[in-house]
């Protein structure tokens, strides 16, 4: 169900950004105040809130999880830190 759900997720994503390039594709070719532009932002919208309601449900369901930043406590080696940096 999670793999399903990722599969639709990266899905909806790339229809919105072919919708944001069909978007500015008409916005700079069409000369005269062609409908086809707006039609393409609208359904980017629309995609937008679905794909952030489905979001919302995975969540409340627990198919999704949320995740921190994993913040590591010890630098890499041969990093400095900001005291060991401003040493001559």
């Known amino acids: 169900m999670v793999y399903l759900l990722k ?3 990266v899905l909806i994503l790339l229809i919105i950004i072919g919708s944001l ?3 500015l594709f008409f916005l700079l070719k069409d ?4 409908p086809r532009a707006i039609k393409a932002l ?3 919208i629309g995609l ?3 794909l952030f309601v489905l979001l919302l ?5 627990g198919w999704i999880q949320p995740h921190g930043l ?4 010890n630098p890499p080696l041969g990093a400095t830190t900001s005291a060991e940096g401003n040493l001559p």
Request: proline content about 0%.
């Open 7 to 9: 599969i639709v997720i």
């Open 21 to 23: 390039g069909s978007g």
């Open 31 to 34: 000369k005269e105040r062609s």
């Open 42 to 44: 609208t359904l980017r």
């Open 48 to 50: 937008s809130l679905a």
């Open 57 to 61: 449900i995975a969540f409340e369901r």
């Open 70 to 73: 994993r913040l590591n406590s």
